[in-house]
């Protein structure tokens, strides 16, 4: 059980365009999903909590406008990356929040890479 | 202070050996703790997730929680080199979650 999946697992796109990335929790409902961001060999960085059919939390220094979140029901989130640039390129990781709510349950990630 | 502190290592061992990984944290409120497993560019595994003082074993990991030291260990037996991975320490309070930076742990044949 708790089974989370991401769409699609590695994905490269051009500078400019923009990438959604999907999220979703198989087994069970999610009321809350997190997305995180994390470089080649360091930690997770959160970078928003999304609480389903109500507008997502960023984090300090997070653009919203550039990473839109959707959590239209209680197994799917979306991230989009809006005009992606090189920059952008990074390993992005969603979570879905546990039923006890205590716990997160991690997707197998999105590699992106904006050329 | 960060809330979470986590040796980054990185951790070698051979094979068998047991291993110990380790967290501090500085905030008492806490009140789950989780330890995860991070293959490299895979997402986090949850391996373990405790709400109280003492042990958790399952199969060959377990998991120790000291409240009143503030202090996290997994421990895992017999390690094999499948076991090689970051592992992370996480703890949360409401829908609060903090991490630790991981410890980067290679169990050599």
């Known amino acids: 059980g708790a089974v989370v999946s991401q769409h699609p697992s590695w994905v490269i796109c051009k500078s400019g365009t923009s990438v959604k990335i999907e999220c979703r929790s198989l087994?069970?409902?999610?009321?809350?999903m997190f997305w995180y961001r994390q470089f080649p060999k360091q930690s997770l960085m959160l970078m928003a909590t999304?609480?389903?059919?109500?507008?997502?939390?960023?984090e300090q220094g997070v653009e919203k406008d550039k990473f839109l979140i959707n959590h239209a029901s209680l197994t799917l989130s979306t991230l989009t990356v809006t005009s992606a640039h090189p920059e952008d390129s990074s390993f992005y990781i969603c979570?879905?929040?546990?039923?006890?709510?205590?716990?997160?349950?991690f997707g197998p990630g999105t590699r992106l890479t904006v050329t | 202070q960060k809330e979470v502190e986590q040796d980054p290592g990185p951790l070698s061992v051979p094979e068998g050996a047991i291993v110990s990984l380790n967290c501090t944290y500085s905030n008492s409120a806490f009140q789950y703790f989780m330890w995860y497993r991070q293959y490299s560019r895979k997402g986090p595994e949850l391996l373990m997730y405790t709400y109280s003082s003492g042990n958790k074993e399952d199969g060959r990991f377990t998991a120790q929680v000291d409240k009143s030291s503030k202090y996290i260990s997994l421990f895992i037996r017999d390690s094999q080199p499948s076991d090689s991975a970051t592992y992370l320490c996480?703890?949360?309070?409401?829908?609060?979650?903090?991490f630790g930076t991981g410890t980067s742990l290679t169990v050599i044949p």
């Open positions: 979570s879905a929040g546990g039923t006890t709510g205590n716990e997160q349950y």
């Open positions: 999304s609480n389903e059919g109500s507008k997502a939390t960023y």
């Open positions: 996480a703890m949360s309070m409401g829908n609060q979650f903090y």
């Open positions: 087994d069970f409902q999610a009321t809350t």
